[in-house]
């Protein structure tokens, strides 16, 4: 299973944005600044992490509006 969600910097997720099973390949998502709830999220620094199997890998994005 591949997932993928995006957290603020106190560590909560905000949204999960991928969470199914995928073949190996080259995949794309857009993320709409929106949370779990439909509401906008604030401008700001945020964590995306991918975890895939063992592999886990976090990093920052910055959301402008």
């Keep these: 299973v591949v997932t993928l969600s995006v957290y603020n910097m106190l560590g909560q997720k905000i949204k999960t944005l991928v ?14 600044g929106d949370n779990e709830f439909g509401q906008k999220v604030s401008s700001g620094a945020y964590i995306y992490k991918i975890t895939a199997g063992n592999f886990v890998k976090a990093m920052k994005l910055i959301l402008m509006k």
């Design 19 to 32: 969470s199914e099973q995928k073949n190996a390949g080259t995949y794309s998502v857009q993320w709409n």
